[in-house]
């Protein structure tokens, strides 16, 4: 029976659980706002750049006795001498014995040499940011003559100049910034604990100062050729060219009339000059000038041209040709009528050149094709190599066993000159 004192126990009872449920209540609302109203996510991100001393670059030339090249990438011919180019390395040379014959003669070294070209017995290339005018009349004895400090002191890095810097320890000293160190921070804070901050990370990369390009590390510039033009060397750099030359007078530089659209976004990847056209070769858009009419002209974009590797102009038919990852592509250069057939097999293909109505590729093996229907003349598959320069009717390649002549008068009987 409940009975009235049942019902004082019960109100006690209930009003005594009432009050813990209420100190509980506050009590986790205190938790909740210790926890939750007082804190806060952070994610904090600094970059610290890396800067590169030069002085191990920027060295004199050094020559040394004859190496078979390991990665050459151009060939110039003068009346004596054959230059070989080699990445990163320096320049192979060659003594003419006669117009088909050469014998290997000395290395000139060039630390981060990726351009080069020759007027007269001036060889121009790049030593990093500096450019070097060598006097090769004797190759053996070659000296420089002129360093041009600076002169290529412009990087692709997501097309942002990257620019010099003057150390603020190492005030004598110039540096260049090649790249950046991201640290990142995350987590949660509190008011009793608060994001940390950067002073740890200060100390440890507010300066990084390198001797060298590391190997996972690529830096590019947009100086990306030489070619000789009219006794004038020319040199690409942001949208223009740079005309430099080397005479009675000592160096003399000058901006080209020659330029290119400012919205141009693509890296440049080589400069050439042929049958009076000289191309300006990006990763995927092909910019040319015809020295006739002295005029820019555009190739835009093409869904076959995907990473350019090499270009030639047939005169005889007025087409452009090039060499591409997906394979040979022309172009009328009256029309945007393009020639793209599947048939070809450019696998192993490194460079391309012209011989009036026929193409020329090289790379695991020498083919000839027929222009503008590109049918298989002839395929040599004991010729090959990694580039090549045509002069007259010898067809000069270079390989990592060296340099070889080739008799292309009968494209369908080139044979190697002993």
């Not at 020295?291 to 820019?296: G, H, K, V």
């Amino acid at each position: 029976m409940f009975t009235q004192k049942n019902h004082k126990h019960f109100k006690y009872y209930f009003s005594l659980s009432m009050l813990m449920l209420a100190v509980l209540i506050t009590s986790c609302e205190n938790e909740y706002e210790t926890i939750h109203k007082y804190s806060r996510p952070y994610y904090l991100i600094k970059d610290y750049p890396i800067y590169l001393d030069p002085s191990n670059i920027l060295t004199d030339i050094q020559v040394k006795p004859s190496v078979n090249p390991e990665e050459p990438f151009k060939i110039v011919s003068t009346d004596g001498y054959i230059f070989v180019g080699e990445m990163m390395k320096g320049i192979h040379v060659y003594e003419k014995t006669d117009t088909q014959h050469a014998n290997p003669l000395c290395f000139i070294e060039c630390k981060f040499m990726k351009a080069f070209d020759v007027i007269n017995d001036h060889l121009y290339c790049n030593n990093f940011v500096d450019l070097l005018v060598i006097d090769v009349k004797n190759p053996m004895q070659a000296k420089i003559l002129h360093r041009e400090g600076g002169y290529f002191n412009r990087y692709y890095d997501y097309n942002m100049n990257m620019p010099t810097i003057y150390s603020s320890t190492k005030p004598d000293l110039t540096l260049y910034e090649i790249a950046n160190k991201s640290v990142e921070l995350s987590g949660v804070e509190t008011d009793a604990n608060p994001a940390p901050g950067f002073s740890e990370y200060d100390q440890l990369y507010g300066e990084i100062v390198v001797d060298a390009i590391p190997d996972t590390l690529t830096v590019d510039k947009p100086y990306a050729g030489f070619v000789e033009i009219g006794g004038m060397m020319h040199t690409f750099g942001y949208n223009s060219l740079a005309l430099c030359d080397y005479g009675p007078k000592g160096f003399q530089s000058a901006q080209s009339v020659v330029t290119y659209p400012n919205n141009n976004t693509n890296t440049t990847l080589k400069l050439l000059y042929e049958n009076e056209m000289l191309f300006i070769l990006n990763d995927n858009c092909i910019y040319y000038y015809d020295y006739n009419n002295t005029q820019i002209q555009t190739i835009f974009y093409h869904y076959y041209l995907n990473s350019i590797i090499d270009a030639s102009y047939m005169k005889s038919q007025k087409t452009f040709w090039f060499l591409s990852n997906n394979g040979i592509v022309g172009r009328l250069t009256t029309d945007d009528q393009y020639f793209y057939p599947a048939s070809v097999n450019i696998n192993g293909v490194n460079t391309i050149t012209s011989v009036g109505d026929y193409l020329i590729t090289l790379g695991s093996r020498l083919e000839i094709y027929s222009a503008p229907s590109l049918d298989v003349v002839k395929r040599y598959p004991d010729i090959s190599g990694l580039c090549m320069l045509k002069e007259d009717n010898t067809l000069i390649t270079v390989d990592k066993q060296g340099l070889f002549f080739y008799d292309i008068s009968d494209l369908n009987d080139i044979k190697l000159i002993h």
